[in-house]
């Protein structure tokens, strides 16, 4: 069964760093791609990055030069970084197998 | 980046009615391999995204056959065959032929 999770910090200071892990269970890493998807409160759906079956990563072009997407095969997790914080990026993350099966994202205050 | 522009951003439907959101392209949605990556979802409130239709017109698993998606290029259309209660949320599209993939803005469905 296809599941993926997300995990990380609720709430983060503005101008620090956001860690974001996705577990996933039921499919493999180097096989599948693995999306990250934003949205915050009251808003719509902005895809944030990707990373490909292969390892390689794919940006937001508003996001690209504060983001960074990684995996773990062997843990079967993908991380997502995101430093210099700012208000505008409190948002649930998700993320995504493929765009087909969803996590029930986490949310993500960034206050003071 | 491609823009998505859905029509109308709010729907209103009794039961039973058959409705209709437009997504339209800033630029071709057609691949050199010939695939057309568009993609429709349903996120009902509180809940993850739901793929409801990919590659434009296949049906995600389990999506009832009311649902179905047309057009090619840059204009594309997700329909629904006589509306139920269930189908209330908020609709959106994606494009996943160009790098960074790109949502719409979403079409809230309301039943009256």
């Known amino acids: 069964q296809v599941q993926l999770k997300e995990s990380g910090p609720g709430l983060v200071q503005p101008s620090q760093t956001l860690s974001l892990t996705c577990t996933v269970s039921?499919?493999?890493?180097?096989?599948?791609?693995v999306h990250w998807v934003r949205q915050p409160p009251g808003k719509g759906l902005e895809w944030v990055g990707a990373?490909?079956?292969?390892?390689?990563?794919d940006y937001n072009s508003a996001l690209k030069s504060r983001l960074s997407i990684s995996r773990d095969t062997s843990k079967s997790q993908v991380f997502l970084k995101m430093n210099s914080l700012q208000t505008e990026d409190t948002a649930i993350y998700f993320c995504?197998?493929?765009?087909?099966?969803w996590g029930q994202g986490v949310m993500v205050t960034v206050s003071s | 980046d491609v823009v998505l522009t859905q029509t109308p951003s709010t729907l209103s439907a009794t039961i039973g009615q058959s409705v209709s959101i437009s997504c339209r392209s800033s630029?071709?949605?057609?691949?050199?391999?010939?695939?057309?990556?568009l993609y429709w979802y349903l996120q009902r409130p509180g809940q993850s995204p739901q793929l409801l239709i990919y590659?434009?017109?296949n049906l995600g698993s389990g999506v009832p056959n009311r649902f179905s998606g047309s057009g090619s290029g840059t204009d594309f259309t997700l329909k629904i065959s006589g509306v139920e209660a269930e189908d209330l949320g908020v609709y959106y599209c994606?494009?996943?032929?160009?790098?960074?993939?790109?949502f719409g803005s979403g079409t809230k469905l309301e039943i009256k």
């Open positions: 995504t197998r493929s765009g087909l099966r």
């Open positions: 039921g499919f493999s890493l180097t096989s599948n791609s």
């Open positions: 990373i490909w079956s292969g390892g390689s990563t």
């Open positions: 630029q071709s949605l057609l691949d050199s391999a010939g695939n057309t990556y």
């Open positions: 590659l434009v017109s």
């Open positions: 994606m494009q996943a032929t160009h790098a960074p993939f790109t």
